[in-house]
């Protein structure tokens, strides 16, 4: 599973392809350790920060939360992230399962 629900937010675990030619959701993908993440790619860069803040404001209307309701708890570099997604609702939780099955 790609997320976890927690008593007051999710944990999201992502895997973002940075300076891709579109950005968009790629599927899932698993980790030799066996964490299932969703591959994003992002057409930004990876130098100063700018595919991560790409890749939390493309989160952000796609889950139409504000940014600050994302935030990036680790691998800030590396491919590999652990994101905080703060005021959880159902739409979100739904939107989080379709992507699972991608």
Same mark, same amino acid.
């Given at each position: 599973?790609?997320? @976890?629900?927690n008593?007051?937010?999710?944990?999201?675990?992502?895997?973002i392809t940075? @300076?891709?030619?579109?950005?968009?959701?790629?599927?899932v993908? $698993? +980790?030799?350790?066996?964490?299932?993440f969703?591959r994003i790619?992002?057409?930004s860069?990876?130098?100063?920060?700018?595919?991560n803040?790409?890749?939390?404001?493309?989160? +952000?209307?796609?889950?139409?939360?504000?940014? !600050?309701?994302?935030?990036?708890? !680790?691998?800030? $570099? @590396?491919?590999?992230?652990?994101?905080q997604?703060?005021?959880? +609702?159902?739409?979100?939780?739904?939107?989080l399962?379709?992507w !699972? $099955?991608?």
């Amino acid at each position: 599973m790609i997320f @976890n629900i927690n008593a007051s937010d999710i944990t999201l675990f992502v895997k973002i392809t940075p @300076n891709a030619s579109e950005r968009g959701i790629k599927g899932v993908v $698993t +980790s030799a350790d066996g964490i299932d993440f969703l591959r994003i790619s992002i057409i930004s860069v990876p130098e100063k920060g700018k595919a991560n803040k790409e890749l939390i404001k493309f989160l +952000s209307k796609e889950l139409d939360v504000t940014k !600050s309701d994302i935030e990036i708890i !680790s691998g800030e $570099t @590396n491919h590999f992230k652990k994101l905080q997604i703060k005021n959880i +609702s159902p739409h979100i939780i739904k939107k989080l399962q379709e992507w !699972s $099955t991608l």
